[in-house]
């Protein structure tokens, strides 16, 4: 409603306005829109400035009681309400407030803000140390990535106060003495709302108490609050549910969040499809996907992302010296078993399982995919196993699939790659380390030590064959991609189709910045440009972020070029036809072997001694048939299916491969 659509009360209106118990002590500083009627204001007190709408039209609460829009038994000081809004039942008082039309306000306490607010945007979030040193200053925009730069580069100084100053402008830009409910919003048997701005169609029910944040639903993708919840420094993104007497502080919590059932979460930040429930959250940066469903689960002072925490899972960082100043850092897919706990500062690589309790700063960086497992008070080392692990597959199938986010400008970019450079840099690594061990104690030694880490022999030369076989598979991936997306008629298309398409990525670090999966060489670029001025605002950051993510196969395949190199022998711009035979057979090779793997693990749910409990009044066959009723026979079981499936696929692809090869060798003119 534009200023110049309104007009002052005439006599007649504010008599009527009297006659339904309504009071102002200056009528003259109400202004209303040029079709305003009177009928729908009762018992209404005004006080302040104040613009008013249209109320005129019938809405529906939950339940399907049937309200008229309009101003009822209230007190608004100092609001605009816009057309066909419901307000009504407000026990203390609305102040400063912009009401968009169709908003539902039903039996609220209070809704008001004091002098100038920066609705959550600013406030400064101790993530991953107690003590600080890494707070991040959330905004309504805050990206994964962002945060983790600002959280975790600190060594590049000037990048990050340029970050800073950009959100600073940003908030100061947001900061105002009056806050706005969006269109559409329902606001019912509602506490305290204090300094709170709301987005588009929020659903906020039996809330107790908000203060100093912005809830930034959208039509798209709303965002639900609901009984007992008490929030206070934060802010809320679309598609996000936070319910059932859940408690937030310092908080910042991304799209498609979900937080419940009494959870707790003190200065932590949450990215795309986080789930808390139950446990509670102090100091953390949650990476996408961080789940923790237990009660008496704690995660603290950490960076996790892919995460699921076990029941009772736990984490100690300070040793009662200089307090709270220790972290941990947990990779990517990792999971916690229940009563599991790590003593900080510790990091647990990739897709690992951690099993027991760990006193001895454990560093398993460089040997993703394994299990930690505590035996005899001692961390004991299973590299690679997770490999061949079903459950992992089923993590990484199952990730895209609970992704809860409908809004159409998503913040956080995800890569679910399993074999990445990330993950493949690392098994690099660690299979170099292992050959080393095997090396200095010899091949008959029972067990090794790395860094406090026992390894049975058994253990070590399975963990050596194991990324061996990933590496190859995931070489064989990125070759054969190449390989399919472009046309190959000759030997010089192969080379044309290797060819890269940048240097980035080539001889360089990779990284997992929360999500985005991309090398070292980017995110140098990306500061280097924030600082000498190239990038100036938070959208361009954003904008080149997003373009990184797009990029990551042509930056894959640069990294992957010099791995082919080293570990084949050959550059890819002299691979032959029959090179590309022998790199696909290994290739081959791999998928099956580790296919096998997963399809023998799988088999082990459907053991004997997996049918305990099963057939509870019956014999052995009784047992059978509600055990296959329950589960499903092995043979069709979905994840076999798909495993029987995935290994005949990739091996008509790889027979492909080497036909189309064999004929570019038939085919090639012999040299005199």
Sequence with gaps: ?????????????????INQHCGCDNWNAIDVTLDFITDQIKSTLFSGFNFLGRFDQEITLPGGVKLKTGLINSRIHNCTIKHNALVSNVKSYIANYTINENVIIYNLNELAVENRSSFGNGVRVKVINESGGREIPIYDHLSSHVAYILALYRHRTKANQIIEKYISEYTESVTSNCGEIGIGVQIINCGIIRNVNIGAYAKLEGVSKLTNGTINSSIEDPVQIGQSVILDNFIICSGTRITD????????????????????????VFFANCQGLHGEACSIFAGPYTVSHHKSTLLIAGLFSFMNAGSGSNQ????????????????????????????????????????????RHSDTTDFPFSYLIEEKDESRLVPGINIQSIGTIRDSQKWP??????????????????????????????????????????????????????????????????????????????MISRLQNNSINTVQDINKAFSKDTPIGSNCQWLDISG????????????????????????????????????????????????????????????????????????????????ELLYNDAKK???LIKQTGFGLDGDKSVQQIDFNNVMGEFETHKEIQSILEHMAKKKALGDEIISSMLGLVESEPIKI
């Design 605 to 607: 749910e459907f053991a």
């Design 1 to 17: 409603m534009e200023l110049n659509k309104y007009r002052k009360l005439t006599t007649n209106e504010i008599d009527r306005l």
């Design 401 to 478: 699939k609970r992704e809860r986010r409908k809004d159409p400008k998503l913040l956080d970019y995800i890569n679910f790659n399993l074999l990445s450079p990330y993950t493949i840099q690392k098994m690099i690594k660690g299979r170099a380390i292992l050959l080393d061990l095997l090396k200095a104690s010899g091949d008959t030694a029972p067990y090794y030590t790395y860094h406090g880490l026992i390894i049975k022999n058994s253990s070590l030369v399975r963990g050596i064959h194991l990324y061996e076989k990933a590496i190859w598979k995931f070489l064989g991936n990125s």
């Design 245 to 268: 007497s859940t408690l937030v502080s310092n908080c910042f919590v991304g799209q498609g969040c979900l937080l419940d059932k009494h959870y707790s979460a003190v200065d932590s």
């Design 316 to 359: 100690s960082n300070h040793l009662y010296k200089l307090g709270p100043i220790h972290q941990g850092i947990v990779e990517r897919g990792t999971k916690t078993a229940s009563d599991s706990y790590i003593l900080w500062p510790s990091r647990i690589g990739a897709f690992s399982l951690v099993i027991g309790r760990h006193y």
């Design 516 to 595: 985005l999966i991309c090398p070292s060489d980017a995110i140098n670029q990306l500061l280097d440009s924030i600082e000498n001025g190239e990038i100036n605002s938070l959208e361009m950051i954003n904008s080149s972020i997003e373009s990184i993510h797009q990029n990551y196969y042509s930056y894959e395949w640069s990294w992957a070029t010099e791995i082919i190199k080293q570990f084949y022998g050959v550059r890819v711009e002299d691979l032959t036809p029959n090179d590309v035979i022998e790199i696909t057979k290994k290739w081959i090779s791999a998928v099956i072997t580790i296919d």
